[in-house]
């Protein structure tokens, strides 16, 4: 079962099938963590010591980001990508 928490009503967190989340801020921020215990921790304590995967500011763009699609076109997302030092990001994310 894929995990869904509100925080707040502005507030969530979402599990992927592939056992990543990302966390929802008002609709304009999103971060995607390794787990979702991970980003729950992050939602609820502000734990500095969580390690981001990605970061968007677009839903378009984590879309884009979770689907593997434009990729190599978008240099935010492969920005996102070299810092992350994940290779194998577009086989982890699918």
């Not at 921020?29 to 979702?36: D, G, I, L, T, W």
């Not at 609820?44 to 969580?50: A, D, E, H, L, R």
């Not at 434009?70 to 935010?76: G, K, N, P």
């Amino acid at each position: 079962m894929i995990k869904e928490k509100y925080i707040t009503p502005s507030r969530s967190i979402h599990e992927l099938p592939n056992g990543m989340a990302y966390y929802n801020h008002e609709g304009t921020h999103y971060r995607v963590f390794n787990s979702y215990n991970d980003a729950l921790d992050f939602a609820t304590i502000g734990s500095k010591n969580i390690k981001v995967f990605a970061d968007f500011e677009s839903e378009e763009k984590l879309d884009r980001f979770l689907t593997g699609k434009s990729i190599v076109d978008d240099e935010e997302i492969k920005s996102t990508i070299e810092k992350t030092g994940d290779n194998k990001l577009k086989r982890k994310i699918r």
